[in-house]
Nanobody, 120 residues
Framework: QVRLVESGGGLVQAGGSLRLSCAAS????????MAWFRQAPGKERRFVAA???????DYLDSVKGRFTVSRDSAKGTEYLQMNSLKPEDTAVYYC??????????????WGQGTQVTVSS
């Protein structure tokens, strides 16, 4: 059974940092893209960042320079380092695997989500 499990969410003050992790099990994802999406209350799920099999990355404009996506293929884990957090970053963050770029509908595997709350 394929599973993606996120961890690392929590409550942080504006300007603070959090590091999200996404541990994959059941298959390897080293040859496919992995990504992070987020969903704020009452809003649609939105692309945040992605990392391709070759290490190339893509970011939502509003997180560029603040967030860094990475992966450790040997451990089957994806990370999202979030710095200089803002209240508008508050959302449930989901990791996803085996999809294409920013297209949420193309991803075959999803984690259960982890809450990130940034207080002002």
């Amino acid at each position: 059974q394929v599973r993606l499990v996120e961890s690392g969410g929590g409550l942080v003050q504006a300007g603070g940092s959090l590091r999200l992790s996404c541990a994959a099990s059941g298959r390897t994802f080293s040859s496919v893209a992995m990504a992070w999406f987020r969903q704020a209350p009452g809003k649609e799920r939105r692309f945040v960042a992605a990392i391709n099999w070759d290490g190339s990355t893509d970011y939502l404009d509003s997180v560029k320079g603040r967030f860094t996506v990475s992966r450790d293929s040997a451990k089957g884990t994806e990370y999202l380092q979030m710095n200089s957090l803002k209240p508008e970053d508050t959302a449930v963050y989901y990791c996803a695997a085996a999809g294409i770029g920013r297209n949420a509908g193309s991803y075959n595997y999803w984690g259960q989500g982890t809450q990130v709350t940034v207080s002002s």
